[in-house]
């Protein structure tokens, strides 16, 4: 069963950032909720009750620290500070507020979603999940001790294998973009060829049992959930 989309409250005055960072962030299987100031931000803070939080600091009627530090009082929802590059104090105490990260301006749709995938991993998983062992089928993944099996069989993987395998088993039944899978197992600053990718799946079909890992055309791949394997 797909997951429900994580709400993603982007707090910020100007069009030209909102509107196409709104879309790529609906693109990604995110939903986007929008506030221009910080009153408005605070109303839906509360109302919506976001996943996490995209923060300006300059807003039309205050200041986005004003709103972070209002959030802090009563709510642990991840936050992420949006500012100019002239803002470093304001960025230092966001941070000391309770911010999680920062992004400074300008900046790429592609680097805010990248971070706020880091901080979502960071802030919900809960302690010692993302080390436990995971087995679909045949396949068995330990993460702690970066080990695989097909069968009971050790498998050798490259580093860059096991992470993409990694990530595809957490995902298990769902499709993971393209953009998702070279952000978190290359760098959201990897301007290699995406061809990469392709050739690393292909890799892994070969050494895992067929079926396993799906195409999903022009999106990303899927592994097989574990009742498809039953």
Known sequence: MAHAKRTILLI?????ITTPLAEALERDGFHAEIAHTVADGLAKGRAVRPDLVLLDIGLPDGSGLDVCRELRTSSSVPIIILSARGEEADRVVGLE?????YVVKPFSAREVIARIRAVLRRTSAPA?????PIEIGAVRLDPAKRSTTLNGTSVELSRKEFDLLALLMQEAGNVVTRERLIDEVWDVNWFGSTKTLDVHISTLRKKLQPGLIHTARGVGFRFSSPEEVA
């Open 12 to 16: 910020e005055d100007e069009e030209s």
């Open 97 to 101: 507020l309770g911010a999680d990260d």
């Open 128 to 132: 010692g999940t993302r080390d436990t």
